[in-house]
């Protein structure tokens, strides 16, 4: 697994501070063992409107993870995650941080790649991972 990580942020240095899916962007990062590099920045446009009676999270979770995937994105970084983490997880291994600065959630990420690989694993039965301070 090559790790590729998607962070909700609105301004580029710290997590949202409220659910992944309601971040204005997304910066994408590659890490390894010897640290992380930034690949690129995407403007969160999961806008469109539900059909059919469709709950509009259900399409947000939908428009988030086509766009992300598009990127290889495989590890979600965010301070909070939304209802449907369950659902996101059977794309990607969602982590929850508790530390919102982006350089320290991913340093945190680093120190624990072998976890993020052992969910990666698991396939559609991934549960998410809490890191950072406690």
């Not at 659910?19 to 063992?33: L, N, S």
């Not at 930034?38 to 766009?67: C, M, Q």
């Not at 290889?72 to 970084?77: D, F, P, Q, T």
């Amino acid at each position: 697994m090559k790790p590729i990580v998607a962070c909700g942020t609105s301004e580029g240095r710290r997590l949202f501070n409220d659910d992944f899916g309601d971040a204005p962007c997304f910066h994408i990062y590659e890490i390894d063992a010897r640290g992380f590099e930034f690949i690129e920045e995407v403007e969160n446009i999961s806008t469109d409107t539900p059909e059919d009676g469709e709950p509009e999270d259900e399409i947000k979770a939908r428009n988030i993870s086509s766009l992300l995937k598009a990127r290889s994105a495989n590890v979600l970084l965010a301070h909070q995650m939304g209802p449907r983490i369950a659902k996101i997880s059977k794309n990607f291994v969602p982590i929850i941080s508790r530390e919102l600065d982006i350089e320290l959630a991913l340093d945190s990420i680093r120190d624990k790649l072998h976890l993020v690989e052992r969910e990666w694993r698991k396939g559609e039965n991934r549960e998410y991972l809490v890191l950072g301070k406690s």
